[in-house]
């Protein structure tokens, strides 16, 4: 009986591990996210975007749960019933951050209709 509950003991210890780590992971990947707030560092890429998506089933969700995990977009736009969240993926930035004007640009589009997630893109200027 007490090897059956020191059993039961390690794989709790266990499985709280693997959820503490995966957390941090997905805390990690949303920071990434976050701080490259211009997509000078080409943190902001499609994978991660999908990664993002797929993890915190966002496909659906609303405005407010949607910038909880991608933060504030770089631009909005609102057109009767739908809000698109335009996000800068890959940008060309001076040595200071700062977005070169003129210069070449990728965006991640997101389409809200009457405020639940229903498309995405990401084109290129």
């Not at 957390?23 to 990664?51: A, P, V």
């Amino acid at each position: 009986m007490k090897k059956l509950i020191f059993f039961l003991t390690l794989i709790i210890i266990g499985c709280n591990k693997k959820t503490e780590i995966k957390i941090f992971q997905n805390f990690q990947i949303e920071n990434d996210w976050k701080r490259d707030s211009l997509g000078c560092n080409k943190k902001r890429t499609i994978e991660l975007q999908e990664k993002l998506l797929n993890e915190n089933h966002l496909q659906n969700s609303n405005i407010g749960d949607f910038e909880n995990v991608f933060g504030k977009p770089n631009e909005i736009e609102k057109h009767d019933s739908v809000t698109i969240l335009i996000y800068y993926t890959s940008t060309i930035c001076n040595s200071n951050q700062k977005v070169i004007p003129n210069s070449d640009k990728g965006y991640a589009n997101f389409y809200f209709i009457n405020n639940k997630l229903k498309n995405y893109g990401n084109p290129v200027e």
